[in-house]
């Protein structure tokens, strides 16, 4: 069965979805700024800085590199560590 | 289209929700053993949830003409007290021969610790000794990639492993090359907030082919959404994509999967069913 669905470019498809979410990390930094106990010191202010900052390389894994910034290091030696 | 949820908690469910995934066409899915959301005291615990996931669940979904499937173990977020973890291990292989069990699972990593990292390998062990397959819960947000890779090297490290009985879940951009790569099968848990959204999931599909990916629902208590599969069919038909490419993902490679469990008794819909709609 062919899909019924109109055929659509990804930008068609996205463009709407995309400037509603940059909406919403626009206005949730607004807030986080707004409030009274905001420090720029907390380093999950820094990740956030730094993930927005790498949705601007030019090459299609921004994905995976957005949650590799989130994520801890893996250590190859962790088993010798811990004695398992 | 029919499909099947391979990772959902119906025990924590109503069963409204069974009438819903009948009706969006889930015609089987699988439960694996998880956290309650508290720690169970005493192995007796498990043995209560246990008979609970073996009899009383798989018969409320046959009200619905849905059939269930189980893993057992203790989970990742109750190894820290490893006595117990191991108590419940030994409790195990009581349950491995009843109708609709498909293996240890969920088993793996929460936080990475060292007694979750021995929990691990004596499931493992129990599981390649009773001969089952495995299913695996890979850990949330920022361990995630540090858990996933200390999995993999688990597991690659033991050469009694077949890897194409081995689902290693919950994977994201970041974890699911490894697990394919390594020749292990690679489950994306659609969920509304933490890992995957349907969008994304069909981005991986689309990226690196339909070949040992599942998709699932993971429903639970938290927030989640059992209907999440039938989401990625939306997706992947608003995309463009074939209905043949849609049903190998979601019906064809979980039978594929569970096919090699001998407690996969399956009955699939009527061949014309299941092309009817293609």
């Known amino acids: ?84 | 289209m029919y499909y099947l949820d391979p990772h959902i908690h119906m025990v924590s469910r109503t069963t409204d929700d069974y009438e819903t995934l009948a009706k969006m066409g889930c015609i089987a899915l699988s439960e694996p053993a998880f956290w309650a959301g508290y720690d169970r005291g005493s192995v007796d615990g498990f043995r209560d949830y246990f008979e609970q996931l073996t009899s009383f669940e798989a018969q409320r979904a046959a009200q619905y003409g849905i059939q269930h499937y189980t893993w057992l173990c203790i989970n990742a977020k109750e190894a820290e007290n490893v006595d117990l973890s191991r108590e419940v291990i030994a409790m195990i292989p009581e349950f491995l021969d009843r109708p609709g069990v498909l293996g240890i699972g969920e088993i793996g990593l929460n936080k990475n610790t060292r007694n979750e990292a021995t929990v691990f390998l004596e499931h493992v062990d129990l599981a390649m000794k009773t001969d089952e397959q495995i299913l695996i819960h890979t850990p949330h947000l920022e361990d995630k990639f540090q858990g996933t890779r200390m999995i993999l090297d688990m597991l690659t490290d033991d050469g009694r492993i077949d890897r194409s009985r081995v689902l290693i879940d919950h994977v994201e951009e970041h974890t699911v090359r490894p697990v394919l790569e390594a020749g292990f099968w690679a489950g994306m848990t659609l969920y509304p907030v933490s890992k995957c959204t349907p969008a994304r999931a069909v981005d991986i599909v689309e990226m690196y082919g339909p070949e040992r990916l599942l998709v699932n629902s993971a429903g639970d208590w938290g927030p989640s959404k059992p209907t999440a599969v039938p989401d990625f069919i939306m997706e992947m038909r608003r995309r463009g994509h074939a209905e043949t490419l849609i049903r190998q993902v979601v019906y064809e490679n979980p039978v594929e999967f569970f096919s090699q469990s001998r407690g996969f008794v399956f009955s699939p819909p009527e061949v014309g069913e299941l092309s009817a709609l293609d």
């Not at chain 1, 498809?13 to 010191?41: F, G, M, N, W």
């Not at chain 1, 790498?54 to 957005?66: N, S």
């Not at chain 1, 949650?67 to 560590?81: E, N, T």
């Open chain 1, 1 to 84: 069965m062919a899909s019924n669905f109109p055929p659509t470019t990804p930008l068609e498809r996205e463009y709407l979805p995309v400037r509603a979410k940059i909406l919403e990390i626009a206005s949730a930094l607004d807030r986080i700024q707004r409030s009274a106990d905001h420090t720029e010191d907390d380093p999950r202010w820094d990740q956030l800085q730094a993930g927005i900052n790498l949705l601007f390389a030019d090459q299609p894994q921004r994905a995976e590199h957005v949650q590799l910034m989130f994520s801890r290091p893996y250590d190859p030696q962790w088993r010798q560590q811990f004695d398992v």
